[in-house]
């Protein structure tokens, strides 16, 4: 595997540049079967059901992806402290691991396990270079971003509250499922070039510790690319270890 598939890969993890802004609940009629509930409640509970809201360890990420014309299966797990640290590996299916990410406060280490380089820089660097961040991850696993501020009373029409960020010539609208408060439908132009994303989460399970959907499909049009997570075995868990390990023989390079 060369070191532009684990790349892409990456960027995937991260696809999200989104970040906590000045967002707006959209205007709608209100229809037969349309009711009203209260905003401050509503988004506490949907910033509650965050799976990065807490520690949280996801054991079983199946990544399904098309790109330019390839396509890749992998498996993945995730551990998230619910602070500032977070491990993701990323695996073949014959249990190969390709590449191993570590971010804990401003600080980001990639493993490239199969070219043997380590790559070292901040958040800030991973942004510069492929338009994204870390931080951004939840979003790409169904996490609504944290909004506050909303008072009063906003209306849920046909099952679901739309959320609009229009930012810097961009528009995204967040479709929240107004009966399990989570995020349903991500859609509109982001990142470098704005490009055309939509992202698609369903079969959410709850498991009485935590609650997320099972499927997330996520598709940039501008760039064919397609991708697919399976996600399972999703737990909230404290004292979590974080291992991480350059390994003997690695040459190490900036991020940037």
Not at 229 to 251: D, I, P
Request: aromatic share 8%.
């Amino acid at each position: 595997m060369c070191r532009r598939k684990i790349n892409i890969v990456l960027i995937f993890l991260v696809i999200s540049s989104v970040s906590c802004r000045s967002l707006r609940v959209a205007e709608t009629g209100s229809g037969e079967g349309d009711y009203m509930v209260r905003s401050e409640k509503f988004f506490r509970e949907v910033n509650g059901n965050n799976l990065t809201s807490g520690p949280v360890s996801i054991n079983r990420i199946i990544i399904r992806y098309t790109s330019g014309g390839q396509s890749r299966r992998l498996r993945a797990n995730m551990k998230y402290d619910g602070r500032d640290k977070m491990l993701i590996s990323i695996r073949t299916f014959a249990g190969i691991e390709a590449a191993r990410i570590f971010a804990e406060g401003d600080s980001v280490k990639i493993n490239d396990r199969i070219n043997r380089i380590c790559y070292r820089g901040t958040n800030e660097d991973l942004s510069i270079k492929y338009g994204l961040s870390v931080d951004d991850i939840g979003l790409l696993l169904g996490d609504m971003i944290e909004i506050g501020g909303q008072k009063g009373k906003i209306a849920c029409v046909d099952g679901q509250v739309k959320v609009v960020d229009m930012t810097e010539g961009t528009e995204m609208e967040y479709i929240i499922d107004c009966s399990n408060q989570k995020l349903m439908v991500v859609r509109g132009s982001t990142g470098p070039g704005n490009n055309d994303v939509r992202g698609l989460f369903k079969e959410f399970t709850d498991n009485g510790e935590v609650k997320y959907p099972a499927e997330v499909k996520w598709n940039i049009a501008d760039r064919n690319t397609e991708i697919e997570l399976e996600l399972g075995n999703v737990q909230r868990k404290e004292n979590m270890s974080f291992v991480f390990r350059e390994g003997k023989g690695y040459t190490v390079k900036s991020i940037l």
